[in-house]
């Protein structure tokens, strides 16, 4: 570990070298920015204690106001335990008082920690020498760098912004094409269907047939116990059920309509009676709580909340517990410090996330109310009109998934026997092999 001055434009002019394990010591010298201790680790940054962390945290400690900068030029990857010690050491060294400079990333690694530093803590610039240079000449400014500008500019937003919505989307579609294609491989062992575009074939055009999203029925044929081995049907005993009112859409059939439509109006109609134009409404996924509604909300906070899972947000608190939960976005802790930065941006201040249930008692989704007004409460009334929206809401969210789903389900086997049988050749029948499904040869 060394340190160089911020005024000096040649890291090796007026820098000490601090062997392994030696308490770092100051080096004599004047400086009009302050002194900036360099650390050069390499390999890769993998884990919370990594000893880079210590030592910046050390020099944190025992040279308060002095910038703690790290050349990344050697290392390889960071990894998300790795990002989670670098998140925790700035925030040590900004409540020290020390500034922590990043320089020198690869692009692998600067496109990384570009999607996850989104408040300025943690400055990047392109080189070592652009940092000690910003930082004799503007000890002050401590907004983000852009690492492709000479010398290190102003954080060019758009791009942050743009590698963001790349990594959540790529998030997106690892999520959902192993689900996808692990059904696809279900249906081609189930019904020896010939090639995987057969298997993608049928399960969008049931998927299009009965208005269920593509990832919402594949999830529920992964989940659904399989049909009996020789049936024609894959539910020969289910009675229909009547689709519960929709008193908050009573223009519609409340068989008809699709579920998107019905989470719009939930949400709406949630905004109306809190008197608010934030909010948005999440669906019970297998792996959390998946967006399917917003309003008022930007790009930032649709693409960071897309899909949630356990803990950082008030949404999957309420989904937790199965009841409504009111927080304060600037101190309830339920949130992550990226989370909560990202609701901040938005304008909210307090947050109301009304859990959806039917009659089993499980929660299908979550619809959250944001209100700019620090610790907003509810009136009575609006509460007791709230929990009923859930609960109908909830109600008719059930039985679309135990008909509507199920009736996709039903339609995707008939189209699977039927391909099963148009690919079968033709010879006298010997009886179904065990386990397998009848053709239609």
């Known amino acids: 570990m060394r340190e160089i001055e911020a005024t000096g434009g040649n890291e090796d002019r007026g820098a000490g070298t601090v062997a392994p394990g030696e308490r770092p010591r100051l080096v004599p010298g004047a400086a009009s920015g302050g002194a900036v201790w360099l650390l050069r680790p390499e390999g890769d940054l993998d884990r919370p204690d990594h000893p880079v962390f210590m030592g910046a945290r050390q020099v944190g400690r025992e040279r308060l106001g002095t910038a703690v900068l790290v050349d990344l030029s050697r290392v390889r ?85 743009r590698l963001r919505r790349e990594t959540v989307d790529l998030r997106a579609k690892l999520r959902s094409h192993p689900l996808i294609a692990q059904a696809q491989g279900v249906l081609r062992e189930r019904y020896r269907l010939p090639g995987e575009h057969t298997a993608f074939t049928l399960l969008k055009r049931s998927s299009q047939t009965h208005n269920v999203k593509l990832r919402t029925l594949a999830a529920a044929l992964l989940r659904v116990e ?10 020969p005993e289910r009675t229909p059920e009547e689709a519960p009112a929709l008193p908050f859409l009573p223009d519609a059939r409340p068989g ?16 109306e009676v809190v ?29 960071f909340f897309s899909h949630v899972g356990e803990g950082e947000t008030a949404c999957a608190t309420a989904a937790a517990r199965a009841r409504p939960v009111v927080s304060d976005i600037t101190t309830d802790r339920v949130f992550s410090d990226t989370a909560r930065e990202v609701i901040l941006a938005t304008g909210s201040r307090t947050a109301h996330s009304i859990p959806m249930t039917g009659a089993s008692r499980q929660v299908v989704g979550v619809f959250s109310v944001h209100v700019p007004k620090v610790r907003h409460s509810l009136t009575d009334a609006e509460t ?12 008719w969210l059930e039985w679309h998934e135990r008909t509507v789903v199920l009736d996709a389900l039903e339609d995707l086997h008939q189209r699977a026997l039927a391909a099963a049988g148009r690919a079968a050749p033709r010879r006298p029948s010997l009886g179904n092999p065990p386990g397998g499904y009848p053709s239609q040869s």
């Open 77 to 161: 990857e960071i990894t998300a335990e790795g990002v989670r010690g670098l998140l925790r050491c700035a925030r040590a060294l900004a409540e020290a008082g020390a500034p922590l400079l990043l320089a020198g990333a690869t692009d692998d690694v600067a496109r990384l920690l570009r999607t996850v530093l989104v408040d300025g803590t943690i400055r990047m610039y392109a080189t070592v020498e652009a940092a000690v240079a910003a930082r004799g000449g503007a000890a002050a400014d401590t907004s983000p760098r852009d690492t492709s500008a000479p010398g290190g500019g102003r954080t060019a937003v758009p791009e942050v912004i």
């Open 226 to 235: 399989r049909p009996a081995p020789g049936s024609p049907l894959w539910f």
């Open 256 to 271: 008809e309509v699709h579920r998107s439509t019905v989470a719009k109006r939930v949400l709406h109609r949630a905004l």
């Open 275 to 303: 008197g608010s134009d934030m909010g948005d409404l999440q669906l019970a996924d297998p792996a959390g709580l998946r967006m399917e509604q917003h309003h008022g909300l930007d790009r930032e906070f649709i693409d």
């Open 384 to 395: 007791a009109i709230l929990l009923d929206l859930a609960t109908r809401a909830g109600t």
